[in-house]
Nanobody, 124 residues
Framework: QVQLVESGGGLVQAGGSLRLSCAAS????????MGWFRQAPGKEREFVAA????????SFADSVKGRFTISRDNAKNTVYVQMNSLKPEDTAVYYC?????????????????WGQGTQVTVSS
């Protein structure tokens, strides 16, 4: 079992930056692919970014490509998403997700572990 706890959300002006962290408990973190998803009010949960177990491969939604980066530190059991040039449309609850497999997916239903979410609000 893996438990995930996100942190780092908050209120930021458009053009600003935030870094979200996701701390994982469990012995298997280094073998799990990890992802970030977000959900805005009235919308479905959508893929943001993901990273393989080793950190060697990453994937990003088109809407955040070039602005967001994802990384992980397996020694600290933590995955990060650095969000730059934030826009009001990035406002959402951001969720960290873990997958039993080492390769990522862009589908939320293919992740077994979820954090409680952290709110990101970007003001215009």
């Amino acid at each position: 079992q893996v438990q995930l706890v996100e942190s780092g959300g908050g209120l930021v002006q458009a053009g600003g930056s935030l870094r979200l962290s996701c701390a994982a408990s469990g012995r298997t973190f280094s073998s799990n692919a990890m992802g970030w998803f977000r959900q805005a009010p009235g919308k479905e949960r959508e893929f943001v970014a993901a990273i393989t177990w080793s950190g060697g491969h990453t994937s990003f939604a088109d809407s955040v490509k070039g602005r967001f980066t994802i990384s992980r530190d397996n020694a600290k059991n933590t995955v990060y998403v650095q969000m730059n040039s934030l826009k009001p449309e990035d406002t959402a609850v951001y969720y960290c997700a873990g997958r039993r497999l080492g390769w990522y997916s862009v589908r939320p239903d293919e992740y077994e572990y979820w954090g409680q979410g952290t709110q990101v609000t970007v003001s215009s």
